[in-house]
């Protein structure tokens, strides 16, 4: 999608948009004289308001194709949702131009509009003509709605008594039957059971095969690269990249592992802190003392955040105070709810260090990390022969691992799937 | 002007909706539902009427149908205004998450209002008839009467349910200026008995009577118990002034609205 060649194709686009917004400190909403301000200069007139601003867009301009799947990327705060709704027309931006093309539909918050003493038949024709359906089109298409969500039995229950499943689902259903051009979803795919979720991919596809312009915001980064044929990131709400889905999801978490690398460098900094002062989960009679734990990649530097299946070392750094004989180093890896995912110690594999005094390392070289994603506590301890703890630091340290796949469980289990077709007994 | 008119016959469907939904959900999962619509407007009527005519002893023949008379277009008035001062506010889930005219919203507080007083009027006629007030052809302005009101409402409701997003005291400031203007209008009493001139001392004389009716409401409550009450037809000088109160109220409730119209959506 370059040059003028490909502007009929162009769906949706947007010329150095920004967003401000104005940042009230207690409950007090406005002032007279903002009042009065806004009234005589309209939507104009920056710089005229008092209190904080916050540039929630800035300076962002895209041009989308139609009939691609484009997904948002970005942390909290940076201004995906903030995009899609002055996409939808809900809010203005400051300054910029934004033209989409053809009837948009947000999905924005399923189910907005509902009235919880109505019946869900009556909120789909309200909402129905809220989101700008005739009576006679919601009517035309009433069964295939509940249909749709699932909700057959339900239809003449007032939309308090449904679970919060269920009244996403009946705003999804509803919302999808719109039949936009350009349709706008904002993390709806983690609502309802698995099936519901399949059923949703399953409608997107339609409308993706249908030649229709999708705009995804998701924290979900496997299914955007899944869905999605391009990808934005924003992040502070600067546009940081636009290009093809899978390089640009990558990008953003090398950016988020960079900046969670350092909050769990902080993290670690306060636990050593912690383990010195004597406070927390520390034990021990102190003859060896664990003066220090660090974790390191590959390169040899130290970081805590690490993906499935990368090289990671824990260096134990020990201070005997008196000549101490074979003294047992170990190391426990737990996750947060408890689970240990995998320990060991230098006895149990039969390694002796013989007499140990004054202050040395000790490291323990993980191959392959090969860890499902998650956070992670540590224990490490060294003690005598017998069990008798000289230091024991339990759930001192933290580090967290990242993955790009959604496996669950504890462990990737190294593996290679495989598919033989044709029959199974050598016809 | 006419573009917002037209706007809003495009909303029509909307409307509609949204007016059933109102009426629908102002009684649901009460005992005596759509009862209470007349029940309301009744049971006041019968306070006033107990205190006004027993204890206080207004000497009025039908005093009680003369107040219901009049009360009935109040109630609209003040409901209306109170319902939308505060509709946008109370929709935020909709004004900032579907992309929707949200002028139709003080709109259906007016509408719905309007519906529940027509559904109050064979009640009215009914009492009249028990009082031994016959219909009269002066009713015939009770379209006019209506459409006026319902221009000025509709002006007033746009205005205040904008003003009301940013600045939360104008709910405050309406309950007071409500209940200003209904002492200030002639519902508990006739006009009749408004002196014509007030003495100040035994120089100054302040005409009471044309500064009394620089409220558009006073004459309008008037105009209603002439065509029911009285038989008489409405001043032309009082449908005149709610004219032209009404058309300022429209062009300046639209100006306010269209004004903060961009901002509804960030400030709800």
């Known amino acids: 999608m370059s040059g003028a060649a490909a502007l009929p194709d162009i769906a949706i686009s947007l010329r150095d948009v920004s967003k401000r917004f104005r940042l009230y400190r207690g409950r007090h909403v406005s002032t007279v004289k903002d009042l009065f301000v806004r009234l005589m200069v309209g939507q104009g007139g920056p710089g005229l308001f008092s209190g904080e601003e916050l540039w929630a867009l800035r300076d962002v301009s895209l041009e989308l194709g139609r009939g691609r799947m484009i997904g948002i990327v970005g942390s909290n705060g940076s201004g995906k949702s903030t995009l899609l709704k002055v996409l939808g027309g809900i809010l203005k931006p400051t300054t910029g131009q934004v033209s989409v093309r053809g009837r948009v539909s947000a999905l924005i918050e399923l189910g907005a509009g509902f009235h919880p003493e109505f019946t869900g038949r009556e909120n789909v024709y309200i909402n129905g003509v809220l989101l700008g359906l005739s009576r006679a089109e919601i009517r035309a298409r009433f069964d295939d709605i509940v249909a749709f969500a699932g909700l057959e039995a339900f239809v003449d229950s007032p939309v308090k008594t449904y679970s919060s499943g269920m009244y996403m689902r009946l705003g999804f259903a509803i919302a999808v039957t719109v039949d936009p051009d350009v349709l706008l979803i904002d993390e709806v795919l983690a609502v ?9 991919v399953g409608k997107i596809q339609e409308f993706k095969a249908a030649g229709k312009t999708i705009v995804l915001v998701s924290h979900d980064l496997g299914s955007i690269e899944r869905l999605c044929d391009e990808a934005v990131w924003l992040d502070g709400g600067r546009l940081q990249a636009h290009g093809e889905a899978r390089e640009v999801v990558s990008r953003y978490l090398d950016h988020v592992a960079r900046e969670e690398a350092r909050a769990l460098g902080v993290e670690h900094t306060r636990a050593e802190a912690a383990a010195r002062t004597g406070t927390g989960a520390r034990w021990g009679t102190r003859e060896v003392e664990l003066t220090r734990v660090q974790m390191s990649g590959g390169d040899g530097h130290e970081r805590y955040l690490f993906e499935t299946g990368e090289r990671c070392t824990v260096h134990l750094a020990y201070r005997a105070h008196r000549p101490v004989e074979d003294p047992v180093f170990g190391v426990g890896i737990f996750r947060k709810d408890g689970i240990c995912c995998y320990g060991t110690n230098t006895a149990v594999e039969g390694l002796t260090f013989g007499k140990v005094d004054g202050e040395g390392v000790v490291t323990m070289d993980i191959e392959r990390l090969d860890l499902v994603e998650g956070d992670y506590l540590v224990d490490v301890a060294v003690h005598a022969r017998d069990g008798h703890p000289y230091d024991y630091h339990s759930r001192l340290y933290a580090f967290a691992v990242r993955s790009r796949v959604r496996d669950t ?13 044709g029959g199974g007994d050598g016809a | 002007m006419a573009g917002h008119f037209a706007d809003l016959y495009r909303s029509r469907a909307l409307l509609a909706t949204l007016v059933l939904r109102e009426l629908r959900a102002r009684y649901r999962g009460s005992f005596l539902g759509f009862l209470w619509s007349f029940l309301n407007p009744l049971l006041l009527m019968l306070v006033y009427a107990l205190v006004f005519s027993i204890y206080l002893r207004v000497p009025m023949q039908g005093y009680a149908v003369f107040l219901f008379s009049g009360l009935l277009p109040w109630l609209w008035f003040s409901s209306s205004l109170g319902h939308a ?16 005219p949200a002028e139709v919203l003080p709109v259906v507080s007016v509408l719905a209002n309007l519906i529940n007083m027509l559904l109050s009027l064979p009640l009215l006629f009914g009492f009249l008839i028990v009082f031994g007030i016959r219909p009269h052809g002066v009713l015939l302005f009770l379209p006019i009467l209506i459409v006026l009101q319902l ?4 002006g007033l409701a746009l205005a ?25 209008s002639p519902i508990l009493y006739p006009v009749s008995t408004v002196p014509t001139t007030l003495h100040l001392g035994s120089t100054m004389e302040v005409p009471l009577r044309p500064l009394y009716f620089l409220n558009p409401i006073a004459g309008l409550v008037q105009s209603y118990q002439n065509i029911f009450f009285f038989g008489r037809e409405p001043h032309w ?3 005149g002034t709610v004219s032209v109160c009404a058309v300022l109220a429209l062009l300046g409730g639209w100006w306010v609205f269209d004004r903060l119209r961009d901002s509804l959506a960030e400030e709800v």
């Open chain 1, 192 to 200: 309802g059971d698995e099936a519901f979720q399949h059923r949703c």
């Open chain 1, 409 to 421: 469980g504890v462990a990737r289990l190294s593996h290679r799937w495989r598919l033989q077709p």
């Open chain 2, 85 to 100: 001062a505060g509709v946008i506010v109370g929709s935020g889930a909709l004004v900032k998450r579907i992309l929707f």
């Open chain 2, 151 to 154: 221009l000025l409402t509709t």
């Open chain 2, 160 to 184: 205040l349910a904008a003003l009301n997003v940013h600045l939360r005291d104008v709910e405050q400031i309406l309950t007071n200026g409500l209940t200003l203007l209904f002492f200030l």
């Open chain 2, 237 to 239: 000088i009082h449908l």
